[in-house]
T-cell receptor, first 114, second 114 residues
Framework: AQSVTQLGSHVSVSEGALVLLRCNYSSSVPPYLFWYVQYPNQGLQLLLK??????LVKGINGFEAEFKKSETSFHLTKPSAHMSDAAEYFC????????????FGTGTSLTVIP | EAQVTQNPRYLITVTGKKLTVTCSQNMNHEYMSWYRQDPGLGLRQIYY???????DKGDVPEGYKVSRKEKRNFPLILESPSPNQTSLYFC?????????????FGSGTRLTVV
C-alpha cells in the first residue's frame, strides 16, 4: 500500500525567505512522486515529478524537490518566496506497478508574508 | 489550448435531485478520473476510466456513477445527492496513466447539497 504524509497543514514564510514543504511517502516499490500546486479557485497544476534518474528535480516557478530514498522523503523547496507562491501544495505518490493508484497528501497551505 | 473543462463551476441543489457534472478533455487522453476534495482529507479518487467503456471504482465511489462513451467525455452522475456529497470536485486526465505522466486537472466544480 502507498501513502503520503505532508507535515504541516499550514506554513507561513516571509517574502524572500526559504520555502520548505515536507512530504514523506510510504511505498513497497520504487515510487513515482509528484508535487502539485492549487491556486485559489483553480484546479491543480503539476509543479514537478520524479520517476527515475536524477534525484534532484527542478520544476516550474523556481521550485525543486529531492527524492531521498533513505529518508522516504520528497520535500519541496524554493530559495526565495514570492507573494505569488501563496497557494495550496499537494504531494502525491504512485508507482510503475499500479498506474491507476495515485495517492495525494492532505495538502499544505502556504502563506507568504510581505 | 489543451485543457480539461468541467461544468458547472458552482452548483447548489437539493437532496435527492439527480445531477450531472460534465467533464471534457481535448488532448486525446486515454485515462480520466474524478476526485473530490474535502478540507483535511486532500483529494480522494471517486472513479476512473482507462479508456472508452472501461471504468472502475476509486476509493470513494458510493453514491456516484460515471460513464465513458466517448474518449473526450467523462461525466459524473449523482443519482440522489445527499448533503455529505457537498464537496469540491475535480476531473483530471492523463495520456497513458498518471503514474508516469501526471494529471491535467479541470478547474473544479463546487457542489452544495442542501
Amino acid at each position: 500500500a502507498q501513502s503520503v504524509t505532508q507535515l504541516g497543514s499550514h506554513v507561513s514564510v516571509s517574502e524572500g525567505a526559504l520555502v520548505l514543504l515536507r512530504c514523506n511517502y510510504s511505498s513497497s516499490v520504487p515510487p513515482y512522486l509528484f508535487w502539485y500546486v492549487q491556486y485559489p479557485n483553480q484546479g491543480l497544476q503539476l509543479l514537478l515529478k520524479y520517476t527515475t534518474g536524477a534525484t534532484l528535480v527542478k520544476g516550474i516557478n523556481g521550485f525543486e524537490a529531492e527524492f531521498k530514498k533513505s529518508e522516504t522523503s520528497f520535500h519541496l523547496t524554493k530559495p526565495s518566496a514570492h507573494m505569488s507562491d501563496a497557494a495550496e501544495y499537494f504531494c502525491a505518490v504512485s508507482n510503475s506497478n499500479t498506474g491507476n493508484q495515485f495517492y495525494f497528501g492532505t495538502g499544505t497551505s502556504l502563506t507568504v508574508i510581505p | 489550448e489543451a485543457q480539461v473543462t468541467q461544468n458547472p463551476r458552482y452548483l447548489i441543489t437539493v437532496t435527492g435531485k439527480k445531477l450531472t457534472v460534465t467533464c471534457s478533455q481535448n488532448m486525446n487522453h486515454e485515462y480520466m478520473s474524478w476526485y473530490r476534495q474535502d478540507p483535511g482529507l486532500g483529494l480522494r479518487q471517486i472513479y476512473y476510466s482507462m479508456n472508452v467503456e472501461v471504468t472502475d471504482k476509486g476509493d470513494v465511489p458510493e453514491g456516484y456513477k460515471v460513464s465513458r462513451k466517448e474518449k473526450r467525455n467523462f461525466p459524473l452522475i449523482l443519482e440522489s445527492p445527499s448533503p455529505n456529497q457537498t464537496s469540491l470536485y475535480f476531473c483530471a486526465s492523463s495520456s497513458r496513466g498518471p503514474s508516469s505522466y501526471g494529471y491535467t486537472f479541470g478547474s473544479g466544480t463546487r457542489l452544495t447539497v442542501v
